[in-house]
């Protein structure tokens, strides 16, 4: 076995805070983030919106132009700060372009210009599901019912030209469409309109005749024919969960899984049923339906963010990295702790989910964080030359180890300037998001014979599970060392076969206070507690 693979698992709840080091509660991705603000351009400031692609051109389409919408009916989803407009940017020369909806009768206009409209690209087509909005001919608020369709590019070449934009948008209504707050993802020939709420009447805190909210609490999968003309919609089904589905405003992300298989993974979301708080129970969706996962919480971004997903074939192990957004937990540069705070607060950490070939997950905090608070409702937007599954997950293997590559851009969004009760605005910056391989990092260290190691739970009360994977058949040392490097349990030590391991080790008469787990060179920090 070659090299020293070092990695802190340092997880600690104390006085409702957890201390960590910069950055990580589990290893670092075999990877970095470098974050690049592009200077000089003038954007409007949206967020919340309906995003496309062709070539350098990109596509805008609805969402909000101020920042977090009030909390009260007058000042809540104000009319007047809905994006009016079909907005393109050229990235050649970082030029934009604008069509004013308002050429448009106002029942195809109205949900164009919603927020948190539900949004896929298939191909040339943008589909664009439910928002929430005014509807001008029923004179009221509501979410609807409606999938438009836009040509995305002779909607591009209508906006850069000045042409009439009409003809570039076909719309159906369906009664399952009305749902905002969700998310609209494919697998194989399948669409997945992802959980979200039907919200109808003005936006208020206080519960009452102001509006209505039902919950979709579920997962509609169906499918959509489309011959230039026509959509047709069909095979509707429903998976359906009253207490774990119960949520919107969410991130999802397509993920692959250690076989290989495409799945979608669904991360946060608000509002659990019986408190007002985030959930914290990711949901991974395949062909076979969704799984939640009760055994871990995640501790980090539970509000719709920019996310970046990347798998690790040799490793079979998936990372979802998300950009900024709101969190149950913020990490503080200053004191080194991560801080539990109720109110959900806007964060600047980049943080990174990792799902190993065992399907246990850790996080871990970046190294460079955002430069303000920023990434709530923002959009990753993927450099299409970069190697990629056909579901837009990175491929990092095929990125040279330490060779800095444009991974893509976050646009948009909404920006703070306090965690907790400060001004927010749209933001109107760009951003480039570099990746860097370092597969000396983390659980990635490709030349060792001891790989996807994994120790958890971690802090141990009573026993803790050591994971991990081998090429080879060779001896392995396992043991617990003290802070002076004294052995005080031996584990194992015996010929291992090559493949999948996993050993339960009893930390039950170690008394309280921090170890080392060693395995060969591997070292993980282990803390008791009782």
Partial sequence: ??????????????????????????????????????????????????????????????????????????????????????????????????????QLPRTIADPMRSTNMEYIQEGKYLYMIGGYGYDSTLTHYLTFPTLTAINVDTMINAVMNALPIASSIR?????????????????????????????????????????????????????IADNDTTITLSNFTYLTDTTNFHRRDFTSAPIVKPNGSFGIGVYGGVFQKNIDLPYLEPITID?????????????????????????????????????????????????????????????????????????VKSEAIMTQPLSGLLGSNAKFIPNGNLSHYSNDVVKINNIANHTQVLAGYMFGGIRANASNLGITTSNDSIYRIYLTPNYTLG???SSMNITNTLLYP?????????????????????SITDITGKEVQLIANEKMNAGKHQLTINTSRLSAGMYTCNIGYTHFSLIVSH
Avoid at 65 to 89: M, P, Q, R
Avoid at 465 to 472: A, D, E, P, Q, R
């Fill in 287 to 359: 062909a076979a339906g969704a799984t939640v996962d009760m055994g871990y919480q995640q501790i980090m971004s539970q509000y719709t963010c920019a996310v970046l997903p990347i798998f690790d074939s040799l490793k079979q192990t998936m990372y979802t990295t998300f950009f900024g957004g709101i969190s149950v937990n913020n990490y503080n540069d200053t004191t080194g702790l991560l801080v539990h705070d109720t109110l959900v607060p806007f964060i600047n950490d980049v943080t990174t989910l990792t799902v190993n070939s065992f399907g």
């Fill in 443 to 445: 659980i990635a260290e």
């Fill in 171 to 223: 719309q159906v209504t369906d009664t399952n469409f009305a749902i905002c707050g969700g998310e609209l993802e494919k697998l194989g020939s399948d669409y997945y309109l992802l959980l979200g709420h039907n919200f109808a009447g003005r936006y208020d805190h206080v519960a009452g005749p102001l509006f209505t909210q039902v919950y979709s609490d579920r997962i509609k999968k169906f499918n």
């Fill in 458 to 478: 971690n802090p141990s009360i009573e026993t803790t599970t050591l994971l991990f994977s081998m090429k080879n058949a060779e001896e392995v040392r396992v």
């Fill in 1 to 102: 076995m070659s090299g020293i693979f070092k990695c802190s698992l340092l997880f600690v709840l104390l006085t409702g805070c957890f201390i960590s080091s910069k950055a990580q509660f589990g290893a670092l991705p075999p990877y970095t983030i470098q974050i690049e603000p592009i200077s000089g351009i003038t954007m409007p400031g949206i967020h919340s919106f309906a995003f496309a692609q062709s070539g350098d051109k990109w596509l805008f389409i609805g969402g909000r132009t101020n920042g977090l919408h009030g909390i009260n009916s007058n000042d809540g989803f104000l009319a007047e700060n809905k994006n009016d407009a079909v907005i393109v940017v050229d990235t050649a020369t970082w030029n934009f372009y604008s069509a004013d909806l308002n």
